[in-house]
């Protein structure tokens, strides 16, 4: 009967030894943690370079309808139209 009471003791004794060691992990692993602020912070950061890049895109593949795409090609001559002559600079105006 001692034997079968010295087994067990040995088997209580190696579980609790393991029970110990997993403590101990697992307290390392709680120290080496990332505290929640970090985290809470590199999501915020992802948001909003997510948030800058869809609208970077969005206004890319935004299209200008045609008057837009117009102006945009032609330059702005309203200070040569203040260079011509009287009745040369009526019939630009009137042409813009």
Do not use: C
Request: hydrophobic share 40%.
């Amino acid at each position: 009967m001692r034997t079968g009471a010295g087994e067990m003791n040995d088997t209580i004794d190696k579980g609790r030894r393991t029970i110990e060691l997993s403590k101990g992990e697992i307290d390392e692993i709680e120290e080496r943690r990332v505290p929640p602020v970090v985290i809470v912070a590199g999501v915020v950061a992802a948001m909003v370079g997510l948030g800058v890049l869809g609208w970077m895109i969005y206004r890319r593949r935004q299209r200008r309808d045609l008057i837009q795409q117009i102006q945009d090609a032609i330059p702005d001559y309203v200070d040569y139209v203040r260079d011509l002559p009287g009745e040369i600079r009526s019939r630009v105006k009137a042409a813009l």
